[in-house]
């Protein structure tokens, strides 16, 4: 790892040039997607590049060398605190602020202190590689804290797989250099080269998992919110579709069922519009209150004598329509036969007293979806007749 070693330094070039586009791509990402482990991760490699293209001019032009070896050693510490800052808001949200910045002060003090402490590179490197394993090991044990199910298919495995073998490299080079140094053993030039391009592998590995690390979160994300707004749209839907009142139908989804049914023309029933009656003499004498329970009353008493999948809407402010499929109309009329009894003791919220509530109706028959609304209107013209003639309360032809 000196100076005239033409392959090692070609192999650090190479590395420091192969993580530079690691740095610029999670920078691009960062300016888009803000999250606080994309921040540090982006730092991170830059630390990292800025560092290995330090440590290349150094070794080539020797005269630089106090000057840019201690860049080189705290760059790395910058890029291996940054990591796990990283590591550790991806995996619990933990942030990093200014609480680790006194750092910095001792940190760049120990990096002058290694690039002076000993003539040959080797030496000075084998301190250097301890720290870099332990924040590599560190690292890898920040991430494991990561909940099941935020680790994602892809990136969490890749991270750790690139974390342990770099810790697993860097801890290598503390045994094998020492070796080398104290027996004065040279090591074999292939080994200086490939080092370095094993260094870039897992660093790229690493890398690469960051990215697919944050993607795999923006997407979790994105489908949670997709969701929530599905579900949004779905209540949505529902309080259009639904009197809030009476929890019945309304006119909306009435016309929605039509439209969406006009090709049915196999579907026939009978149609049944009911009218309370007497409901402004009610809201006069016993207030809006007694009112709206008059009509809750007449919509429930409705539901249940009519069968689960037949539909009943809030025509108006006091008339109902229900829709009967596959029923006749003397069936229709047995079934509603039942509301005035249904409805002769409705209570009052808040009064010990009830009242009877006198409901109108008037049915009419359909042969086909796009028979219905002229059906409504023949049960509702019997209905105001029935009305008006003092009729039974279920009136058909």
Not at 167 to 185: C, E, I, K, Q, R
Not at 340 to 352: C, F, K, Q, T, Y
Request: a neutral charge; proline letters at 5%; glycine letters at 8%.
């Amino acid at each position: 790892m000196s100076p005239d070693l033409s392959p090692s330094l070609l192999a650090l070039l190479l590395q420091a040039v192969g993580l530079a586009p690691l740095a610029v791509l999670s920078f691009l990402l960062n300016t888009s997607i803000r999250r606080d482990y994309l921040r540090y991760f982006w730092r991170a490699w830059t630390a990292l590049v800025v560092a290995l293209l330090c440590l290349f001019v150094a070794l080539r032009f020797p005269v630089t060398r106090p000057f840019l070896e201690p860049v080189y050693f705290c760059g790395e510490y910058v890029f291996g605190a940054f990591l796990l800052a990283g590591c550790g808001n991806l995996a619990t949200g933990a942030r990093y602020g200014r609480r680790g910045r006194w750092l910095a002060l001792p940190a760049a003090a120990l990096a002058v202190v290694l690039a002076h402490a000993h003539p040959e590179f080797t030496a000075r490197f084998i301190p250097q590689a301890g720290l870099m394993a332990v924040f590599f090991g560190l690292s890898l044990r920040a991430l494991s804290a990561t909940p099941p199910e935020k680790r994602g298919r892809v990136g969490t495995p890749l991270l750790q797989l690139s974390l342990g073998s770099l810790a697993l490299l860097f801890a290598h080079y503390v045994p094998v250099l020492a070796w080398s140094h104290w027996t004065g053993a040279t090591l074999p030039r292939a080994y200086a080269a490939y080092t370095s391009l094993f260094d870039l592998l897992f660093e790229t590995l690493l890398g690469f998992g960051t990215l697919i690390v944050v993607l795999e979160r923006e997407h979790a994300e994105l489908g949670l919110v997709n969701a929530e707004l599905r579900a949004a749209r779905e209540r949505l839907e529902v309080l259009a579709r639904v009197d809030p009142l009476t929890s019945s139908l309304n006119r909306h989804a009435f016309y929605s069922m039509v439209e969406g049914s006009r090709s049915d023309e196999g579907a026939a029933g009978c149609v049944a519009v009911a009218d309370i009656d007497g409901l402004k003499l009610i809201n006069d004498s016993l207030g809006h209150s007694a009112g709206d329970a008059a009509i809750r009353a007449v919509a429930r008493a409705i539901r249940q004598l009519v069968r689960a999948d037949d539909l009943v809407f809030r025509w108006g402010g006091d008339e109902f329509l229900a829709v009967l499929f596959g029923v006749t109309e003397e069936e229709a009329r047995r079934r509603l036969d039942g509301l005035a009894e249904m409805l002769s003791a409705v209570p009052i919220a808040g009064d010990r007293q009830t009242i009877a509530v006198g409901v109108s109706v008037g049915l009419a028959p359909f042969a086909s979806v796009a028979e219905l609304e002229q059906a409504i209107d023949r049960a509702d013209a019997r209905m105001y007749r029935g009305k008006g003639a003092g009729r039974a309360p279920v009136v058909a032809e």
